[in-house]
Every structure is written in structure tokens, then in C-alpha cells.
């Protein structure tokens, strides 16, 4: 399963809103974006699906980045290897180190080695496509696209995007959570989760500090907006006459009934963003410790890939009974966080 940055939604607005270069582009990504996903939905192992192990002895992070040269032909050139000096090529050191840092939130942090937590090698390709304005989990590897210039910029210099598509493999290998509808929303917002850990846990952020945002670093300077999306205010990411207006909803009041995008998974995923959000703030601290470890322990222990939000709420408090113990302060505000955005366990 192919899973991209940029949201069905986004790209839609480009197409109706943009100039004729950015429409035909938009066209280009979402022809792309289907030929992907056929193309990895037909050739998904059935070994796909791993139960991560508890990391023993000292599991040390490989990391592999290519050079697509502007191609659609993955991964293509080799241009950094695990324990390489940089390359003076941003985009490359960037993806690459970003792929460390994810590495050691879940290491460090939920003792996974690597995404299948088995050690697997992370595979980068940077310079994927001519100008592409995404970046995507392939189900094997991650590709960044330079952008256009106007409206994006090249992908791998985010840190919250490395982090949010990488962990679509960490969800992939936990067991999946099926693509579509409330399932689909909580895999977007897992990603979302742990992307924004990922740059809390580098810059030693608190949940007061951080600004809780999804690639920030990516809007191109004809975009009116702050990032893709922001975890503390879901609908005020941005508002622009291309990219039109963030549609996230921050309460179940005003859930997103739909047909496309499968159902709104990059739309109605503000609402779980946001409950974790509150989590992290009613708890203090440092988010990827207490919060973080709930939605960790909840990806692990939920077996259905077609979970809602209620069932994916009474896990995270079940999860965080577990952790920190029956009545527990982690435990209650748990609950709390989740009758906030009106899903009541």
C-alpha cells in the first residue's frame, strides 16, 4: 500500500485551483499515486505482516539512500550507506539522517529494532520523479519528491515527514490498519503521532513546546499556510488559493462523511491527532514518554485492522491501565482526552 504526504484533497485543489503547470502536475501525482498502489497492493508478501520482537543485544540502525536522478525507477543509485561521511547533497543527508532519528525514537524509546522490528535496512530514494510535489511509504522503501519550488518544497528536508512515513512501516509491520474509513484515519494519525515525536524527541521539545505540526518545512513560499497539519488546531493548517482550506475536524460533531480519499482517513484523522495532542498536554513532559507509550502499547495489542475510534479509545485506555495501572492518572486523562473530541468509550 502506497501512503503519500500530500492528501487526495490537496491535490483535488490543485487541479481545479492551480495554474495550468500546477493542474497538470496534480494530474500526474494522482495517475502516479494509483499505478503505485496497484503495483504494491498485487506484489505485498504475505510476510508482510510481522509481530515485532522485544530488541536484543545492541541492534544497530542500516540505512541505505539513492538517487532516483528525477526517474520513477526505484531506488536508483547508491549514494550513502550506513556510516558514511555526508554526501553535500541536502536532500540525501537529510533523508538519511531522518531515518536514523526515526530509528532511535522506536528503539530507544519502545526497544523496536527498525520498522518490522527485526533489523530491517531503511531504504531511502530521494530525487523521485521530475518535480514531484510528495513523498511516499511504498511498502518497502521511502521516496521524496524535490517539489516544485512554488508550492512545496523538497520533502526529505522535513523531519515530521520522514518520521510520519516511515511509521506507515511500523503500522504495516505491526499488523496493519486497513486503509480505509475510522481504520484508515488512525493509520494516517499514527503517522502523524509519531512523525511529530520523532522531532519533539531531537529537539528535546516538551508537549508545551512543540508546535505540533506535519512538515512544516515543506510549504513552498507561494503557500498562505504553517504545514500540511497541525495536531493542536486540525483545521487552521492553512488557507490558501491553491491548496484551499484545511479540512480537518478536531470533534466527532463534525466528522467528514465521504467517499473519497477511503473514506477521509487524511481528514477525519485530526480528530485522534487532536485527542492525542490533549493526552500529551494534560499528562506534561515529554510526550514520546507516557502518550506515546500508550499509542505504541494500543498499534501492538489491537488485532483489528478494521478498528474504529471507540475501539482504538477503550484500547488506548486498556493500554494505559496496563502501563501505569488501574486508576491511574495516565489511565483516567486517557479517557478524558477522548470524550474531549466526543468518542466516548
Not at 9 to 27: D, F, N, P
Not at 51 to 65: D, I, K, L, S, Y
Not at 203 to 230: F, H, K, N, Y
Amino acid at each position: 500500500m502506497t501512503q503519500c504526504i500530500i492528501p487526495p484533497h490537496m491535490v483535488e485543489s490543485m487541479k481545479r485551483r492551480g495554474s495550468a503547470e500546477q493542474r497538470e502536475q496534480a494530474a500526474r501525482l494522482e495517475a502516479q499515486a494509483v499505478a503505485y498502489r496497484a503495483e504494491r497492493e498485487a506484489a505485498a508478501p504475505p510476510q508482510a505482516f510481522l509481530g515485532a520482537r522485544p530488541a536484543t543485544g545492541q541492534p544497530t540502525v542500516t540505512r541505505e539512500v539513492y538517487d532516483a536522478g528525477s526517474s520513477w525507477d526505484l531506488p536508483g543509485r547508491l549514494v550513502r550507506s550506513e556510516g558514511d561521511p555526508e554526501t553535500q547533497d541536502e536532500s540525501a543527508d537529510a533523508a538519511y539522517d531522518g531515518a536514523g532519528l526515526t530509528y532511535d525514537l522506536f528503539l530507544q524509546e519502545y526497544q523496536r529494532d527498525s520498522l518490522d522490528g527485526r533489523g530491517m535496512t531503511l531504504v531511502s530514494s530521494v530525487h523521485v520523479g521530475q518535480q514531484l510535489n510528495n513523498a511516499f511509504w511504498d511498502g518497502s522503501q521511502m521516496a521524496y519528491g524535490d517539489g516544485d519550488g512554488e508550492l512545496f518544497l523538497p520533502f526529505a528536508r522535513s523531519l515530521s515527514v520522514v518520521g510520519h512515513e516511515l511509521t506507515h512501516g511500523v503500522v504495516q509491520f505491526s499488523g496493519g490498519l486497513e486503509y480505509r474509513d475510522q481504520s484508515g484515519a488512525l493509520n494516517e494519525s499514527c503517522a502523524d503521532v509519531f512523525g511529530s515525536l520523532v522531532v519533539q524527541r531531537h529537539l528535546g521539545q516538551s508537549a508545551a513546546e512543540a508546535d505540533w505540526l506535519i512538515g512544516a518545512e515543506i510549504l513552498g513560499p507561494a503557500v498562505t499556510g504553517e504545514a500540511l497539519r497541525s495536531m493542536k488546531a486540525p483545521g487552521t493548517a492553512y488557507d490558501d488559493d491553491v491548496l484551499g482550506v484545511d479540512p480537518q475536524p478536531f470533534h466527532m460533531d463534525d466528522y467528514v462523511i465521504t467517499t473519497a480519499d477511503h473514506g477521509g482517513v487524511h481528514i477525519n484523522s485530526g480528530i485522534p491527532n487532536h485527542a492525542f495532542y490533549l493526552l500529551a498536554m494534560l499528562l506534561g513532559g515529554n510526550a514520546w514518554e507516557s502518550a506515546g507509550a500508550i499509542w505504541y502499547d494500543t498499534l501492538q495489542a489491537v488485532r483489528n485492522p478494521l478498528v474504529t475510534f471507540a475501539d482504538w479509545a477503550a484500547a488506548t485506555v486498556d493500554q494505559a491501565t496496563t502501563r501505569f495501572g488501574t486508576g491511574s492518572r495516565e489511565a483516567l486523562l486517557t479517557r478524558r482526552s477522548w470524550k474531549l473530541v466526543g468518542v466516548d468509550i
